[in-house]
């Protein structure tokens, strides 16, 4: 505790030790102030620092702000670098700072100049140094601080305050003093790491109020206490190392954290590993930088293999680790041994074995299995198979299966029996990434591989293929043309071999089943559609008597050369002109078969035969493969014209044909086109066509007069039909339904009763009403024409309905009457209306209802009754 005074004659501090708190490294002030004169001179002395090392061994640096102006020593005095005056004085204070140079800790405190002139004219202020107060204290409250006095308080009575944070600012009541005698307590246990200082400010008032002292600053420094335990950042820290890491290697770094004052020892951290599990190799595999948290490898013999993982128990301390003193707590650190390909695989055989049937690819012959004791589905697991002897050809690849990591020794080029029998591979063993440093490849990483080959029946084979001959066409049958055989490639097994034809397009050739000697068997023709640019093509098949029997096939080309075997043609083979043709010559041209010098050039000529062709006709040759046939008379019927043209080849033995060529003369327009086409058209029309076009047209006219036939009979029947009525149903006012296509005989008995006298079937009284309509018979005087007879008619049906359809017609009294009939009542409110010609807008009087009078007596009474006057 320190008791401040300030008087008027000086500045005095006094320190009272009441109790001797934990020792705090630094400086002795944190504000020094030096009275310097008027005029320093260079390299004099100013000031000696103090510094409380509290027991520290480190040596500590003090360096200067202002090194040009001033210089400090190792033991702590100040000097002057050059001559200074008052007028050149920093204003700003200077600052000093103090480092260790094991830990770079630093302190800095500040120093204030003042001239010697100024300390005579300055007014005395009261000063208080910072006030330490520690942390957590158990009181008791309110426990004294500093007391505050001025010199003012001899003459007059003062009255004393304190403002701030703590004391009249939040959080309040923290602070409190005495207004008479001015003494600053604290009312409460204090904690660093909530607030570690507090700034107040203490006023000096008389008793109405007026300030007597400048306000002064009063710090107070919470003092830390060790009361919090270090935490680690995570409970458990997972870190990896790879296997046969040297002494030294870095793992990783944990951290801890205490929230006392890092610059006392109460903050300050140190690690240390308590255990390591499993303690193999070694119990000291790993340690821990005690400051920093770094684990590093200290020892050889990672070996994932044997060890994949260690787990360590870490302990922080504070209190610089002091067991005795400090706080601890402890986390887990995991620690992965990772792989390296340090183990090779090695196979589980010196020898595997295998076989495959020759000719046979993409087969496995043989498994190679392979152990590895690294991570497995690892670069340094994955085993990559190389064949690095037995086989110079290539024939073999030894490819990983990814799920077994086994070598598939599989076939990729087909294998004969006959040339090797047995196949001795050497393989080797690697994994897709190269063995670490100072492992070297052991033995077991070789393998061989003894592959027997099986021999199967192959099939033959012609040679060559294809086999090309040339020959003449026109080779007669029963020719020799060649032997095509067949070689069998089975050298070990004595088989035989037949030869069939397997493809021959024109029937042309036939081969010896046993030797393969080709022969003909009809004439060999170039010309033929089965022959492409002069070659002809045949396939043979060649079939041994092995078990499965095998065979091959062999194309025989035949290229065939021409000889003079067709005569020359006439194209085109007809051609239209008109009756009197301008210009009057045809252009033709000779088409042979044969290739030169056996087609043109060409000769041609007219025959000789019929006569009129060298009358009205004649050609000539215009080059050896075109000529001309031209009209001598100037005009020709209509019709078709045939001339027989003679064409002569070049050929060695030329060869002639007649050629006809037909020519259509017909009517031509001014344009000089034919107009009478369907007319030769018709002409030219063969005796087959026109007889199927005949027989078509009677064909139709059959169906046709079949049909009408059919459809009078039918009307015929439809009228002979029985009248099928209702008898409630009066037939003269209602619509009978005649569609009615009966079942066989028994429509034919007719009943006329029904029709001669309805009314005698059921009278009016016993029908409901709204089924029969009730009309009133107007009174009129007998009929003049004979009545319906009441007997049953003898005759046709058709011949009493039309009877009874003539007195209908000529009987004034048969209904309908000409009057009023209700049918039904449907009720108001009709959206058609009134139905009545009463209300139509329309009058009927400007017709003409006359041609109604010959149309019965029943419509004259309509045509007086509409056609008369308005009378």
Known sequence: HVNVYSLNSGLLIAAESRGAPPCRPGFSEDVYKVVVPDITEKGQPLFNVRFVSCGRGGLMRFECSNPSDFRIEADGVLYAARTLQRSTLPVSPLLITASDTATQQQWVAQVRLVPRHQLKRMKRDWVIPPINVPENSRGPFPQELVRIRSDHDKNRSLRYSVTGPGADQPPTGIFIIDPISGELSVNKPLDREHIPNFHLRAHAVDLNGNQVENPIDIVINVIDMNDNRPEFTHQIWNGTVPEGSKPGSFVMTVTAVDKDDPKTANGMLRYKILSQNPESPTSNMFTINNKTGGIITVAAGLDREKVPQYTLIIQASDMEGNPMYGLSNTATAVIRVTDINDNPPEFTAETFFGEVPENRVNVIVANLTVTDKDQPNTLAWNAVYKITGGDPTGRFSVPTDPTTNEGLVTVVKPIDYETSRTYVLTVEARNEVPLAKGIHTPRQSTATVSIR???????????????????????????????????????????????????????????????????????????????????????FLATDNGIPPASGTGTLQIFLLDINDNAPRVSPQEVEICEKPDPNAINITAFDGDLSPNAGPFAFELANRPADVRRNWTITRISGDYAQVSLKIGFLESGIYEIPIIITDSGNLPMSNTSYLRIKVCQCDINGDCTDQQHIMAAGLGTGAIISILLCIIILLILVLMFVVWMKRRDKERQAKQLLIDPEDD??????????????????????????????????????VGIRRLDERPLHPEPQYPMRSAAPHPGDIGDFINEGLKAADNDPTAPPYDSLLVFDYEGSGSTAGSLSSLNSSSSGGDQDYDYLNDWGPRFRKLADMYGGSDD
């Open 731 to 768: 037939v003269r006012d209602n619509i009978l339904k005649y569609d009615e296509e009966g079942g066989g005989e028994e429509d034919q008995d007719y009943d006329l009763s029904q029709l001669q006298q309805p009314d005698t079937i059921e009278p009016d009284a016993i029908k409901p």
């Open 453 to 539: 080959v099986i021999d199967v029946n192959e099939s033959p084979y012609f040679e060559p293929n294809p086999k090309f001959i040339r020959l003449e066409e026109g080779m007669m049958p029963d020719s020799t043309l060649t032997t095509f055989s067949a070689q069998d490639p089975d050298r070990f097994m004595q088989q035989t071999i037949r030869y069939s034809k397997l493809s021959d397009p024109a029937n042309w050739l036939r081969i010896d089943t046993n030797t393969g000697r080709i022969t003909t068997i009809a004439i060999l023709d170039r010309e033929s559609p089965y022959v492409k640019n002069n070659l002809y093509n045949a396939t």
